[in-house]
């Protein structure tokens, strides 16, 4: 496993999302004890990050975290995150100690807001250096930040990671956020880089995709749980796919192949990774230290610049206007 210091952590180029060992919405029911082996063959490969935030199936993720990490609490990097309801004067704070608790710790390695929001900066910012000084938490980053975001908090305050949506098929982070991150040595860490299993080449086409994965500007806003409404790109996105498919062939899995673009571009620091079983784990960290041939990422880069342009720059998969300016 690859690493890569940010702030005063060793970040794995390979990192694990526990939003899907909570259950709940868009993953079903998740075995407990499945989840704690889950997270156990994690560590034991050398993936040392859990990401996962207080808004995860109502706590349920952190809490599950928590009671896997009992006894192995040295070994890991937690990064949780909350959310931008609780950004109120003393809210960060309140909600920091309810993660902890559920975290079954008393101190949080990554602490990230979730989304961008209104709250002014400096309210922001003094609970932040509260929970540093305190030892509550040891880093500070954000998720989901723009360039405009992501200056004014510069402003007053750096933080060493932004979590970012980043795939083959949502690439906007690549016109302003990316370029902005690398200049001010902040660290990229990527989510959905499978776009909820669309890039694992298990759907064929639009209808087949479940309603709760069906709801990013991808897909029509007129689709059950949208809330962009746009119009989407179905065929665009699927035609994409379908290149994609061709450019693994025989040689390389859809999914191998979306994991390891993502983490061949440069400012990409860590890739999460989503893992139900201790199966899924040893699949995606026998990437660790594979890479592609750049004939191959300019192919790729190429199939699915189309998208990438008809996106633009919002940030924001879900909605539009974007939450992240």
Not at 13 to 33: A, E
Not at 177 to 202: A, K
Not at 215 to 226: D, L, Q, V, W, Y
Not at 227 to 247: N, P, Q, T, Y
Request: charged share 25%; hydrophobic share 40%.
């Amino acid at each position: 496993m690859k690493y890569t210091r940010c702030g005063d952590l060793d970040i794995p180029v390979m990192s694990m999302g526990c939003w899907g060992i909570g259950g709940g919405f868009m993953w079903g029911d998740q075995d407990k004890g499945v989840a704690i082996k889950t997270i156990h063959a994690a560590l034991d490969a050398g993936v040392t990050l859990f990401d996962t935030a207080e808004g995860y199936n109502d706590g349920v993720s952190e809490s599950t975290l928590g009671e896997a990490l009992s006894g192995r609490r040295s070994e890991a990097l937690i990064a949780t995150k909350v959310s931008p309801s609780h950004f109120g004067p003393g809210e960060i704070i309140a909600a920091c100690e309810s993660s902890l608790a559920r975290l079954q710790t008393d101190y949080i390695d990554l602490y990230q807001l979730h989304w961008p929001s209104d709250a002014p900066v400096e309210q922001i910012d003094e609970q932040i250096t509260a929970l540093l000084e305190s030892g509550k938490i040891r880093n500070f980053g954000v998720c989901n930040f723009g360039v405009k975001n992501l200056n004014e908090l510069l402003k007053k305050r750096t933080c060493v990671t932004n979590q970012l949506a980043y795939s083959l098929v949502w690439r906007a982070i690549e016109y302003e956020v990316l370029p902005l991150c690398r200049e001010n040595g902040i660290g990229v860490l990527t989510y959905s880089t499978l776009l909820h299993g669309l890039l694992s080449g298990r759907y064929r086409s639009a209808d087949e995709v479940p309603v709760d994965r069906a709801r990013t500007r991808h897909f029509s806003g007129e689709r059950e749980k949208a809330r962009h409404g746009e119009e989407g790109c179905e065929k665009l996105l699927f035609s994409a796919l379908d290149e994609i498919r061709k450019i693994a062939g025989d040689e390389y899995s859809m999914k191998d192949l979306a994991l390891l673009w993502a983490t061949a571009k440069p400012g990409i620091t860590s890739v999460i990774f989503g893992a139900r079983t201790p199966e899924h784990v040893a699949e995606n960290v026998a990437l660790a230290e594979s890479t592609l041939p750049q004939e191959l990422i300019a192919a790729l880069d190429d199939a699915t610049e189309a998208l990438k342009k008809y996106f633009g720059t919002n940030i924001d998969m879900w909605q539009s206007p974007g939450r992240s300016a």
